[in-house]
């Protein structure tokens, strides 16, 4: 089954609004170059509105960077999906590493968020990966299939088919170091396997992509393997000219 690859760029905590609405231009004016790639950023939440003016007519989708699972209420300092949806966003990311290891995100939290992003009819980017350590002892597919089955529990199969997991694994994320197309293709595989098992056919709708020091110079290696379908982005989306490049790596 073809599947229309997806790159996504993970802004973290960067970028003011001038300089996040400059680095939007410069990617919708790359994304136009690049036909059958879905093209996608997440800004911080404060820059979400005048990014979603400067995309406004243009494919590239904007998203939010991690949720609250409540709609709304008293909830100090959250952003619900539906006030992502209200912004403009399509898609949010749930459960990145970062929010697993500096924030005590538990696999629970990131199955309710998903929950959460799928009642707003918007697309959730699931987060999974192992550690270094995790590696070294031989569990990565107990890691990152323990993540995957909890992060999707009560999930129906078309649910399942219709949204998008990022395998990242931990020691490749902003370290520099890439997983070898042969060690991505392997998870990614894997992922898949799994994923059949609990969805069925729609395993094959799922896009899967890659993050962890995607750069230039190996995207296109990366997003050549049959099971990587897009690439989620940090360090290398905040320069457009880096990010533009992997996008049309995609291609
Ligand atoms: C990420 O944080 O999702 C990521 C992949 O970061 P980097 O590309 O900088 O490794």
């Avoid at 879905?38 to 960077?65: D, F, H």
């Avoid at 709609?71 to 697993?100: L, M, Q």
């Avoid at 959460?116 to 597919?141: F, H, Q, S, W, Y």
């Amino acid at each position: 089954m073809s599947r229309v690859p997806f790159v996504c760029g993970n802004w973290k905590l960067n970028k003011t609004i001038a300089e996040a609405v400059a680095l939007a231009n410069g990617v919708a004016a790359g994304a136009a170059q690049a036909p059958g790639v879905e093209v996608g950023v997440a800004p911080v939440s404060t820059a979400l509105y005048p990014v979603a003016q400067a995309l406004k007519s243009t494919s590239v989708l904007l998203g939010g960077q991690n949720c609250y699972h409540e709609t709304s209420g008293a909830y100090t300092g959250e952003i619900s999906p539906t006030f992502f949806k209200d912004v403009g966003c399509k898609f949010v990311i749930v459960g990145h590493s970062e929010r697993r290891q500096l924030f005590g995100e538990t696999d629970e939290g990131v199955n309710v968020k998903t929950r959460a992003v799928l009642d707003a009819r918007l697309l959730p980017i699931v987060c999974v990966g192992e550690t270094l350590a995790e590696r070294e002892a031989d569990r990565t597919m107990d890691v990152v299939g323990g993540q995957t089955r909890a992060a999707l529990a009560g999930l129906t199969a078309a649910e399942i088919g219709s949204l998008v997991v990022a395998y990242e694994p931990v020691w490749a994320i902003g370290t520099g170091r890439t997983a070898t197309t042969e060690q991505a293709q392997q998870v990614h595989a894997d992922i898949r396997e799994l994923l059949r098992d609990l969805a069925g056919d729609e395993a094959d709708k799922v896009r899967i992509q890659y993050g962890g020091s995607v750069k230039p110079a190996n995207a296109a290696a990366l997003l050549g393997q049959p099971d990587i379908d897009g690439a989620l982005v940090g360090g290398a989306a905040l320069k457009t000219e880096d990010f533009v490049a992997i996008i049309k790596a995609a291609v």
